[in-house]
């Protein structure tokens, strides 16, 4: 046991190192999960015909298709095409843009179960469509999308384990040095397994506290299926 | 340590379509395209002269090594999700059940299992498993991977299948104990097939998850079908095509599995 | 001396996919006129109020709101509706707001008012409603009553020119109609021009001034209350009327739900 804590400090410095890449790329793809993932379900929802089916296109082609496939794809793959980018860019924009199929799917979820109901309440005072959606349907669909929306942030944070596949040094790919190093996987990835199971606890009571602050009464809660 | 393990440093050869297009002249490929720019637009503009036929027919003969390489892949696939998610099932039922019913003692082993291993990623816990099963036994990283991959799923399952212990009306239970059940009979003939019915939703998602997860047993080197189009991107130098194929066969297999798993919930469902 | 209509609606036609739901009606409002449309359901009722303030198109005919027509080309719906109130059957409250907020957002995000100027005109609406306590509470957290009550609130907020009513107490519990009745009493008292579509023959008989009896998109009979209620001109009037009078007969019956909403009115401050 002492034995395991003195190898604990040695690799520690080493593996908070990756741990901060990994978060990095963690809140950097949720960010655009998100910027592109609303959009997206506003077009699923209230687009034309076309746009829809384009969406629905994207988002079951991501949603598809496991996200080490994806992320292949794009660092390998797309230089075929000319569209070359480095690893850490790959890896934003892999995860970046599987979040937003998932997080379009949750919004739209949350966007339908406000009803048609209210964007007519909203139109019969004068609202022009957009304002409806800016001020009475997308408030309203924030607050359901939360539980699902908080899953998906844990998803990505352990998503962006396989990252270090494309030799992006996150905490895998420290831990995995280390580990080759050192001659101690089992030791390392328990280590690993710690950090990440810190992490995921510190964001799971965070958004616990940010959910209940933003707790409307009629408007608690709505589970949809996530990942 | 297994050697196999490091089978992803030594990354494809990545080359430009054009690149692979002028098999007959080899060249010299330094890496990835983007650290030498010049080569790039050098070698697209002594290629203009391909025609379109010789492109296509070229396209399909690497399109077809693609697939040779591919196919056998599909098996072990396959078999990686199978034979995890019933790994899986046996383990979440089992934990569900005792995170209910377990008592003082059981119970909090089942919660911890299971918040334990949904807080890891499924990378770390193949890669703990492999690690562990091979200091013990001497398993093929498929079983292993297959495994460590339903140890994961277990977690995942039990909650699905709390979720849906828990929304079986308690008056269910009452009632087969007012004729005269057991707790253990109720709960196995009364209450789980409910509940499994109640699953099959979520249960669904749970298995087209699992399926994308078995590409994570790459990182142990099963030669399933990630791996494989790791393998025939680097002999054809055209990873787009190996990897754009085997993302093409995963959306086929999600289809058909949300397919047959919509035909089974609508064949099972209990009108409550 | 004739006044002029507010609203006016000439040959008005709407059909969803192959079947008409109206076939063309004409019908006229005057200011502070109170006219109630009755009739069985599945008629066009409610469909006419939507084609009124623009949320479905009519397939044809003409509206006019004032001196303006309103179904002619290139008119902004938004600012038409702005001066057309609209209660709906089941509320329709913006959840994520309170009470105070559902009556301002319009005035904010609409109209375009400062935020405390809004708040006075949403606590004069509110308590125009009799809800002034209830400001800070979420719809959630109100009867079926208050919530129509604010619904109501929120249509005077934009000083509407017309008040459209689409069967305001058919969600309700019955021991909670009254409240919402009572509140459209004082509103037609103070001379709001209101275009109701109800199944109250109590409160059609005590405050309208006229009475439309439609039919299978059809207006089939219209007149004052006296004359509707007593000696209805059609077969089908006269029908349709005995067969609520026995539906609704003991608490509901017309009688009986006049004497309520006047008992309510004298309770109420």
């Known amino acids: 046991m002492n034995e395991f804590f003195i190898f604990f400090q040695t690799i520690i410095p080493e593996l908070l190192q990756g741990t901060r890449v990994t978060l990095k790329i963690a809140g950097g793809a949720l960010f655009i999960g998100f910027a592109v993932g609303l959009p997206t379900a506003l077009i699923r929802v209230y687009g034309s015909p076309w746009l829809q089916l384009i969406v629905t296109g994207y988002i079951n082609i991501f949603r598809g298709t496991p996200l080490l496939v994806q992320l292949f794809v794009v660092y390998y793959g797309l230089p075929d095409l000319g569209l070359t980018f480095s690893r850490l860019t790959a890896a934003y924009l892999t995860l970046g843009l599987n979040s937003s199929a998932y997080q379009a799917e949750y919004f739209r979820g949350a966007i339908q179960s406000v009803g048609e109901k209210q964007m007519v309440a909203a139109r019969a005072i004068g609202m022009s469509r957009f304002k409806a959606i800016r001020y009475i349907i997308l408030p309203q669909a924030f607050r359901l999308v939360m539980p699902s929306w908080s899953n998906e942030m844990i998803s990505i944070i352990k998503y962006t384990a396989v990252v270090f596949l494309i030799a992006v040094p996150d905490l895998m790919g420290k831990a995995k040095m280390v580990s080759s190093r050192y001659f101690a996987p089992i030791s390392t990835y328990i280590i690993v397994a710690l950090i990440y199971l810190v992490i995921v606890g510190l964001a799971t009571l965070i958004l616990r506290y940010v959910g209940k602050r933003f707790e409307t009464p009629g408007l608690e809660s709505m589970e949809t299926a996530t990942r | 340590m297994d050697p196999r393990l490091h089978g992803d440093d030594k990354k494809p050869e990545i080359s430009t379509f054009y690149d692979s297009i002028k098999t007959e002249t080899p060249q010299e490929k330094s890496g990835r395209p983007g650290q030498d720019e010049a080569s790039f637009v050098g070698a697209s503009a002594t290629t203009f002269h391909v025609t379109h036929q010789e492109a296509m027919s070229v396209l399909s003969r690497s399109l077809l090594t693609v697939l040779q390489y591919l196919i056998p892949g599909i098996g072990i696939t396959v078999s990686v999700t199978l034979i995890a998610l019933t790994i899986g099932l046996v383990i979440g039922t089992v934990m569900a059940v005792l995170r209910i019913y377990g008592g003082r003692f059981l119970s909090p082993v089942a919660a911890v299992y299971s918040i334990v291993v949904r807080a890891v990623p499924v990378v770390v816990i193949i890669f703990i498993l492999f690690f562990v099963i091979s200091e013990l036994v001497d398993l093929s990283p498929f079983l292993s991977g297959a495994i460590a991959l339903g140890f994961a799923s277990g977690a995942y399952q039990s909650e699905i299948f709390r979720g849906a212990i828990l929304s079986v009306p308690p008056g269910q239970m009452i009632a087969a104990r007012a004729i005269g059940m057991s707790r253990f009979t109720a709960i196995r003939s009364i209450i789980l097939p409910q509940a499994v019915r109640l699953a099959i939703p979520a249960w669904s998602n749970e298995f087209t998850l699992v399926l994308k997860d078995s590409t994570l047993v790459y990182v142990i080197g099963v030669p399933e079908l990630l791996r494989r189009a790791q393998w025939v991107s680097a002999r054809t130098l055209e990873p787009f095509l190996a990897f754009g194929t085997a993302a093409a066969f995963y959306i086929v297999f999600t289809l058909l599995a949300s397919r047959l798993l919509g035909t089974l919930e609508r064949r099972y469902k209990i009108i409550m | ?269």
């Open chain 3, 1 to 269: 001396m004739p006044e002029k209509p507010i609203l006016r609606i000439e040959n008005l036609r709407k059909s969803f996919g192959g079947t008409e739901i109206i076939k063309g009606i004409s019908l006229e409002v005057l200011p502070r006129e109170v006219v109630v449309i009755v009739g069985p359901s599945g008629t066009g009722k409610s469909t006419l109020l939507q084609c009124i303030n623009l949320l479905t198109r009519p397939t044809g005919g003409r509206i006019w709101l004032a001196d303006r027509e309103i179904t002619a080309p290139g008119v902004n719906v938004n600012r038409i509706r702005q001066r057309i109130g609209m209660v709906f059957q089941e509320f329709n409250l913006f959840n994520h707001l309170t009470t105070l907020d559902n009556v301002t957002i319009g005035l904010t995000r609409v109209l375009g008012m400062k935020a405390d100027e809004a708040r006075r005109k949403g606590r004069f609406e509110l308590d125009r409603v009799g809800l002034s306590d209830h400001a800070d509470k979420y719809p959630a957290q109100l009867s079926g009553g208050q919530k129509q009550r604010v619904g109501i609130a929120r249509a005077l907020g934009m000083d509407p020119a017309i008040m459209l009513f689409d069967e305001p107490t058919s969600a309700l519990d019955p021991e909670l109609t009254g409240e919402v009745l009572n509140v459209m009493h004082k509103l037609a008292r103070e001379g709001m021009t209101m275009l109701v579509v109800s199944h109250e023959m109590g409160f059609a008989r005590e405050v309208a001034h006229r009475i439309v009896f439609m039919e299978a998109g059809f207006i089939v009979e219209a007149g004052p209350p006296q004359q509707l209620f007593e000696a209805p001109r059609s077969e089908r009037a006269r029908q349709f009327l005995s067969m609520i009078a026995r539906s609704h007969n003991g608490a509901d019956s017309p009688e009986d739900q006049r004497g309520r909403v006047a008992d309510d009115a004298t309770r109420k401050p």
